[in-house]
């Protein structure tokens, strides 16, 4: 397994230097990682354990003095069991023990009263220390804890497999070396899994999208090609638009020819020409007749 697979759980409650009403166990100069009941805890840096108790309110609680002393001392609160103990020299990625924080069953389990819970389900509590201080909690009543800076930075970077030179404050501190699973492998796999969800919601979101979109034409044109099928119709050419000339070429004009008929004189009627001139005759004596 890799060093700090525990990290890859997530934290489940983070550092608070203040105290807020809307949200409880503040302040909180710590990190609580969402660890299941009795997983293997890790050292996060070389060092020795100075001190280590068990069968307390909150379950048991084991500082360790790291070997680097630009980091500031570091402990854990909640563990089911303790593995080293007093005086022992762990290196960055040995167990300390199997996370507890459970209300019930167990070695050292946390309690929960009316009053206070000192846990509410597995997670393990981890931070750096610097003193006892007396605070003014969200529920209004003062109560005494552990401080110190904040840790955040350094599970983020623990947890990535990042080498504790990169760590602030850790200047000169090596990281032991992983063996079998990588380091943060948990954290890695949950990383990735988040990624994968995200984007199968976003294309359903978008399957959806152009369902909507496009329903109403889908529709329009299934209703087109099914009164066309029954008039005898290929629903397909619905499909197939119109071809439109993109030629600028102008056909020339076809020349019309006049086609010129030969006079054809119909043969006068028989005495036509006899009938003619007496008709001429006697109208030329109407008219001298008139004017006599």
């Known amino acids: 397994m890799g060093l700090y697979d525990w990290l890859g759980y997530g934290v489940s409650h983070g550092f608070y230097s203040s105290a807020f009403p809307k949200i409880g166990d503040t302040p909180h100069f710590a990190n609580d990682i969402g660890t ?4 293997p805890i890790t050292a996060l840096f070389s060092g020795t354990v100075v001190s280590e108790r068990t069968g307390l309110p909150w379950g048991t609680e084991v500082f360790i003095q790291p070997d680097n002393g630009n980091i500031p001392k570091y402990y854990y609160y909640h563990l089911d069991t303790l593995t080293p103990s007093i005086g022992q020299h762990v290196s960055a990625g040995d167990e300390i023990g199997l996370s507890g924080g459970q209300t019930s069953g167990g070695q050292n389990p946390s309690e929960c009263d009316a009053s206070k819970c000192y846990s509410t389900g597995p ?5 750096f220390f610097r003193s006892y201080v007396t605070v003014l909690n969200d529920q209004g009543h003062t109560e005494t804890i552990p401080y110190g800076p904040d840790i955040s930075g350094a599970i983020s970077n623990l947890a990535k497999g990042a080498n504790v030179n990169s760590i602030p404050g850790a200047t000169g501190v090596n990281q032991v070396p992983a063996s079998g699973i990588p380091v943060g492998t948990q954290a890695f796999f949950i990383g990735v899994g988040q990624k994968i969800g995200l984007i199968l919601v976003a294309l359903t979101l978008l399957g959806i999208g152009m369902y909507l979109l496009f329903t109403d034409q889908v529709t329009s044109l299934a209703g087109k090609a099914g009164t066309l099928v029954k008039a005898g119709v290929a629903p397909e050419t619905l499909l197939l638009p119109k071809a439109k000339s993109t030629s600028t070429h102008t056909p020339p ?15 006068l009627p028989k005495n036509q020409g006899k009938h003619s001139a007496s008709i001429r005759e006697s109208t030329q004596k109407r008219i001298l007749g008139k004017y006599a």
């Open 36 to 39: 299941p009941f009795h997983t």
């Open 123 to 127: 997670h393990t509590h981890v931070g």
């Open 253 to 267: 004009k076809k020349e019309v020819k006049r086609v010129e008929y030969p006079e054809v004189k119909a043969p």
